[in-house]
């Protein structure tokens, strides 16, 4: 399987919520991050989509794979969910950047719009704090203590 292969296998993954796959991608000692979840090893990573799709029983993902350069591929993916905290419906683009190294993600990293994502997600909190520090920083603290626990049980 060719880079592009690995990645294609685990947004198709992804989109049939088959979060064991998505976890089998990453190598143990892989690297994610994205606008909330911050440093997370590969273990936590395949934990999160893992909790994240449990919790997002209507999520619709589409993506398209942009670049494939030897090692890294570059992907956007277009998620539509509601956000279970509040039931507010969110349309997230994110642009991701693989590494790939023997067969695994060894680096991944997505990058959104944490503002327009917080005024969807959190209503009116989110456009008047979305573009503060203190709402990312809250919100990436309440996202993280969530995947703690989920990983405790």
Do not use: C
Not at 15 to 22: A, E, G, N
Not at 45 to 71: C, H, N, P, R, V
Not at 78 to 93: E, H, L, P, Q
Not at 113 to 120: E, G, I, L, P, T
């Amino acid at each position: 399987m060719n880079n592009a292969e690995l990645i294609e296998n685990f947004y198709r993954a992804f989109q049939s919520k088959d979060y064991i796959s998505m976890q089998n991608s990453y190598a143990p000692d892989a690297t994610f991050s994205d606008e909330v979840f911050q440093n997370l090893n590969g273990v936590e990573a395949g934990k999160m989509w893992e909790m994240l799709i449990k919790a997002g029983k209507d999520m619709e993902l589409k993506y398209q794979i942009l670049e494939s350069k030897d090692d890294t591929i570059k992907a956007r993916w277009i998620a539509k969910y509601t956000f279970s905290k509040t039931g507010r419906m969110v349309i997230n683009d994110i642009k991701a950047e693989f590494k790939i190294k023997d067969g695994k993600i060894i680096r991944h990293r997505d990058k959104f719009d944490f503002y327009k994502w917080s005024r969807q997600a959190l209503g009116f909190s989110g456009l008047l704090l979305g573009w503060t520090l203190f709402l990312k920083n809250k919100v990436r603290a309440t996202a993280m203590s969530g995947l703690k626990k989920f990983i405790e049980k």
